[in-house]
């Protein structure tokens, strides 16, 4: 079992809908959770973090956690052709050193 | 304020040649971070250093060496290369020591291509 897994193949989605992105993680005892986006040939750009259970907002971006289902989840509100992208989830190991899933892409269609 | 700066952008070597990249992180910041990331992949931790001492490795052969010095700029150098080493390799900095989680703030990479 990856470390952390995102499956679902490319997403597109229609400008102005709601992008669902999801992410399992393996070490229980993970404490906290990033999202990162990484538009093609860039690095990678931190775009929110979660440590407790629920929801976290910030802007069109809400990431949520669900430590007893190993799980967490990004939900990009009123989608955006500059929301286009990969979304990289990654677990914090301790010390921070981040591990990564593979990433999902997100084409928002105008 | 610039941002963590990488260099060189791309680089082609042969295979069994050597390599060195390097990086600076922001000012203020005392912690680099190594990322290897393959096509089509999410980058993989290769080393840690704070404070000039390597603080994390991952799973990478001992091919794979770095250093930090003591303006807290960093070198990641690989040996006798692989086409598998071919990736794009992400530094890292944050401002504390790893025991505290603060943010990460990626560079753009150094593009490596191996022939």
């Known amino acids: 079992q990856k470390e952390v897994e995102q499956n679902s193949g490319p997403l597109s989605v229609p400008e102005g809908a709601i992008a669902s992105l999801n992410c399992t993680y393996s070490d229980r005892g993970s404490q906290s959770f990033f999202w990162y986006r990484q538009y093609s040939g860039k690095s990678p750009e931190l775009i929110m973090f979660i440590y407790s259970n629920g929801d976290k907002e910030d802007g069109r971006f809400t990431a949520q956690l669900n430590k007893a289902s190993q799980y967490v989840s990004l939900l990009i509100r009123d989608s955006q052709p500059s929301d286009s992208a990969t979304y990289l989830c990654?677990?914090?190991?301790?010390?921070?050193?981040?591990?990564f899933g593979k990433g999902n892409q997100v084409v928002v269609i105008p | 304020d610039a941002g963590v700066t990488q260099s060189p952008t791309h680089l082609i070597k042969t295979r069994g040649q050597q390599v060195t990249l390097r990086c600076s992180p922001i000012s203020g910041h005392k912690s680099v971070s190594w990322y290897q990331q393959v096509l089509g992949q999410g980058p993989q931790f290769i080393f840690q250093?704070?404070?000039?001492?390597?603080?994390g490795r991952g799973n990478f052969p001992d091919r794979f060496s770095a250093r930090q010095f003591p303006n807290y700029s960093s070198e990641l150098n690989v040996n006798a290369l692989l086409l598998g080493d071919s990736a794009l390799y992400l530094c890292a900095s944050s401002t504390g020591p790893p025991e505290k989680w603060q943010p990460q703030h990626f560079g753009d990479g150094t593009r490596l291509s191996i022939l």
């Open positions: 990654a677990v914090n190991r301790g010390n921070n050193r981040l591990a």
């Open positions: 250093y704070y404070e000039k001492e390597e603080r």
